[in-house]
């Protein structure tokens, strides 16, 4: 009975920070990039500003700090200087009080930047490049080209870059002198706005869904699970801060974020060494598995802890969610590994 009350809460919990996120910053025009220094928020506006932000404080007013550029798309901090792309490359120290734009590079139209120690690399129409953030005077390196669409986000994990373009997601060493672009997973249902990784989990943020998926990157086959939908902003960039997600919100105009990240990605941690997958997920009427090798009981609960279905399933098998209303579901499968195992299941 107390294991039972247990796992109620728990869904309590966790669907409770799964239904929600936190503004942080409102009352922009269309924010686009956005980098931390301490307690302060570095965000590129859709309209032609960089502004900053305390969050260390609720509902903080924005302040403008460099104004009348031309689209400014992306930002990326390396210690006090905070790189920003307009047309070009250029940058700001973020100690002077009124600072004045320093041109790094001619470029065309870089839409994302990310920064190892020595390096900064600059994502373009069909290429990735990347300068010396070490030289006096740095001139652009082509790293990879011919790329077959626009790349919009960057993501980096050791010594492995991920980029994501059009609908799917590839990846170079960024050590390898002539770096061979490797695809990691595709068929995503739209144009992929942003990426960014929380330990072993990427975070793809789909914009024009206003959705965010996650994909384990321990698996063996790597599949795409919804994480977060319906978001009150778009998500065009992310960012991974103290346990958190920090989320640029386009036409939302505003910043958001999810808290207690490693809570919410963490749900279904205890895999066993073949983990079932539920398809299609999401559903309108039934779900079965892949991977499943024997039959197993299940008990499907909603977002109030309240089980709604119960019963055995098995390979091939069908759980039929017709009669079910809309919305997020937990399915519990016993005995794999000798734990519980919980899955999402989302109900369109």
């Known amino acids: 009975m107390i294991k039972n009350l247990l796992v109620v809460v728990v869904f309590l919990f966790a669907n409770n920070l799964l239904s929600q996120t936190v503004d942080v910053v409102t009352g922009l025009d269309h924010p686009i990039g956005i980098a931390i220094s301490g307690d302060e928020i570095f965000i590129a506006e859709h309209s032609g500003v960089i502004s900053k932000a305390d969050i260390s404080i609720s509902n903080p007013v924005k302040e403008d700090i460099v104004t009348n550029l031309t689209y400014p798309r992306a930002v990326c901090l390396v210690g006090n200087e905070l790189y920003f792309a307009t047309q070009h490359l250029w940058k700001i120290n973020i100690n002077d009080p009124n600072p004045t734009e320093t041109r790094v590079i001619y470029s065309n139209s870089p839409r994302a930047l990310i920064a190892t120690e020595n390096e900064l690399f600059i994502s373009g129409e069909d290429r990735i490049s990347k300068i010396d953030l070490n030289a ?25 870059l991920y980029f994501g373009y059009a609908n799917k997601v590839s990846k170079i060493n960024i050590t390898d002198a002539n770096p061979v672009i490797e695809d990691v997973i595709s068929d995503f249902e739209s144009n992929i706005y942003s990426l960014a990784f929380f330990e ?63 809570t919410l990605l963490s749900i279904k941690d205890n895999k066993p060494v073949i983990m079932p997958r539920i398809y299609p997920n999401p ?40 009669s079910l209303s809309a919305g997020l579901y937990y399915l519990k499968l016993e005995g794999l590994l000798q734990n519980e195992t919980f899955l999402k299941v989302i109900k369109h």
């Open 136 to 160: 006096a005077n740095p001139y652009s390196v082509i790293v990879v080209q011919n790329i077959e669409a626009r790349i919009l986000a960057f993501a980096l994990k050791g010594e492995e």
């Open 283 to 322: 559903t309108t009427q039934f779900i079965q598995f892949s991977g499943l090798q024997e039959e197993k009981q299940f008990e499907l609960y909603n977002i109030n802890g309240a089980k709604v279905l119960n019963g055995t399933v098995k390979a091939n098998s069908q759980i039929n969610m017709s």
């Open 200 to 262: 072993d989990t990427l975070i793809v943020g789909l914009g024009l869904y206003y959705k965010l998926l996650t994909v384990d990157m321990n698996d063996s086959v790597l599949v795409a699970e919804e994480f977060l939908s319906n978001l009150s902003g778009q998500p065009l960039n992310l960012l991974v801060h103290n346990n958190a997600l920090f989320i640029a919100g386009g036409q939302g105009d505003k910043i958001f974020k999810v808290e207690n990240l490693g």
